[in-house]
């Protein structure tokens, strides 16, 4: 995937094979920007790599980032260390999170250069990491950074796990394709994204007799997610007493 030799210290050294590695990788590749990528499988080898590169961006777990950098900057402290971890907090490297979720398939160079990247307040700005993009970026006060990266997680991860699990309940317990409920997902994003207020259904509408129905169904069908429903319609509940109180 597009490795280019190093010619100078403006080159990049991604570090993984992730996900993101690649993603990044591949907008690399597609703004023309040189780089190199490694990882463990790779038979280049690191700390040649790494004397060669002037920024060391590392996009591994994040339980083994602080590892890998401690054992590997030995030597090398005059590079600047970069993760992309939204949650992670080191002094001896830099981050920037993009505010993206990546999938298997890579995309085009205009949904990239659309990401926004989120930086640590205090440290080096998105724009002195990657001079070469020109992403929106924002700066965020550190002790705010896992509150962040918690409503990343929240809007992103859950509302995948309920929409995977809807399709399944469609196909397995209806035979309907879960096709047919994607002109319903559309528009729901269509009206988070368009309308000031875009819930709609029974919580809206304070409908407490179809709400107690459909907590009924879901126990009868000893459903998991009828405890989500009841954290949801608590959490509503309690959200709509706080704009009250103000």
Same mark, same amino acid.
């Given at each position: 995937m597009g490795q280019v030799p190093i010619k100078n210290k403006s080159s990049y050294l991604l570090i993984g094979r992730r996900r993101f590695a690649k993603h990044l990788a591949n907008y690399f590749t597609l703004s023309g920007i040189p780089y190199l990528i490694w990882s463990r499988s790779s038979q280049k080898s690191l700390s040649r790599l790494i004397s060669s590169s002037a920024k060391i961006v590392v996009l591994i777990n994040d339980d083994e980032i602080e590892n890998f950098i401690l054992q590997n900057r030995? /030597? +090398?402290?005059d590079k600047i260390w970069i993760h992309?971890?939204?949650?992670? =907090? +080191?002094?001896f490297a830099e981050s920037a999170h993009p505010l993206m979720t990546f999938s298997e398939e890579l995309y085009d160079l205009e949904t990239y250069e659309r990401i926004p990247f989120i930086t640590e !307040? /205090?440290?080096?700005? +998105?724009?002195?990491l990657f001079q070469e993009l020109h992403n929106q970026s924002f700066w965020i006060e550190k002790e705010l950074k896992a509150y962040y990266h918690a409503w990343c997680v929240i809007s992103g991860n859950f509302t995948t796990i309920l929409w995977e699990r809807f399709f399944e309940i469609l196909e397995n317990e209806f035979g309907i394709s879960r096709q047919y409920?994607?002109?319903?997902?559309?528009?729901?994003? !269509?009206? =988070? %994204? %368009?309308n000031d207020t875009p819930l709609t259904g029974p919580l809206s509408r304070n409908d407490q007799k179809v709400i107690q129905k459909n907590l009924t169904a879901l126990e009868l069908k000893?459903?998991? +997610?009828?405890l989500v429903y009841k954290s949801f319609v608590e959490t509503y509940n309690k959200l709509n007493k706080n704009k009250v109180k103000k």
């Open positions: 030995k /030597g +090398f402290e992309c971890s939204g949650l992670l =907090l +080191f002094p !307040k /205090g440290k080096m700005h +998105f724009n002195e409920a994607f002109t319903y997902l559309s528009i729901i994003g !269509k009206n =988070l %994204m %368009m000893d459903d998991p +997610f009828v």
